[in-house]
């Protein structure tokens, strides 16, 4: 069954420094998000995109994040200068249609930790 | 904004019994999904529910939403070892002039089967 896959499973990094998150979502997708999940707390939406373009992006999506899909198969999010406050396991994911019609598949998501 | 509670926080149960998870909404929901975590991975898809009074099945696992589309619950049924994890329910708030594209979370129910 096709899946979502993302690169690092963990990605450890010093406060400041840029960081790239990468995925590859399925291959048929058309609209692709990151929601992100801080140790003990809920699953967060960042942003969602579609047609090249960024549909929605949440409030934690300031201008520290980017997101891109350089090519026709990754879709990778940046994080321009971290904060301790950015640790947290960082979820790609797609949908064939719109997220209320069509159900979101998750990569198994990057854990990151800034120290 | 729309806030999801799950109940309980925890389970602990015997192999073989039967158990309920309850997802409630502060208002009505446009798309209740079920995913279940493992400890330390992504987010797998369970069953999306849209309308009032919906009821979905796979293997032993049934899922409800209720008239009013304000709770959800998912019943495991003679619960096996392989379905412990965090069980979590995402809705997708009422579209707002289509620019919504997003799904909150509950912070999860976290199940385990002893053997």
């Known amino acids: 069954e096709p899946e979502v896959t993302q690169t690092p499973s963990h990605q450890v990094t010093q406060m400041g420094q840029e960081v790239i998150l990468r995925c590859v979502p399925i291959?048929?997708?058309?609209?692709f998000y990151w929601y992100r999940q801080i140790l003990g707390q809920k699953v967060e939406f960042l942003v969602s995109?579609?047609?090249?373009?960024?549909?929605?992006k949440s409030e934690i999506f300031d201008d520290q994040f980017s997101v891109e899909r350089p090519d026709g198969s990754n879709f990778t999010l940046k994080i321009r200068s971290t904060k301790l406050e950015d640790s947290a396991m960082y979820f790609c994911?797609?949908?064939?249609?719109?997220?209320?019609?069509?159900?979101?598949?998750f990569g198994n998501g990057t854990r990151l930790t800034v120290t | 904004s729309q806030e999801l509670e799950q109940s309980p926080q925890s389970l602990i149960v015997q192999e073989g019994k039967n158990l309920t998870i309850n997802c409630t909404s502060s208002?009505?929901?446009?798309?209740l999904y079920w995913y279940k975590q493992k400890y330390g991975e992504g987010l797998i898809f369970l069953m999306m529910?849209?309308?009032g009074g919906e009821e979905k099945s796979h293997e032993k696992i049934t899922a409800k939403l209720d008239e009013k589309k304000q709770q959800s619950s998912l019943h495991i049924t003679a619960s096996q070892p392989s379905h412990a994890g965090i069980y979590l329910c995402?809705?997708?708030?009422?579209?707002?002039?289509?620019?919504?594209?997003?799904?909150?979370w509950g912070l999860g129910t976290s199940l385990a089967v002893n053997p």
């Open positions: 291959s048929n997708h058309l609209y």
């Open positions: 995109f579609y047609n090249n373009e960024i549909s929605e």
């Open positions: 208002k009505t929901l446009y798309g």
């Open positions: 995402g809705a997708a708030e009422l579209p707002n002039a289509g620019n919504n594209r997003k799904l909150i």
């Open positions: 529910l849209q309308k």
């Open positions: 994911a797609s949908s064939t249609r719109l997220f209320y019609n069509s159900p979101l598949h």
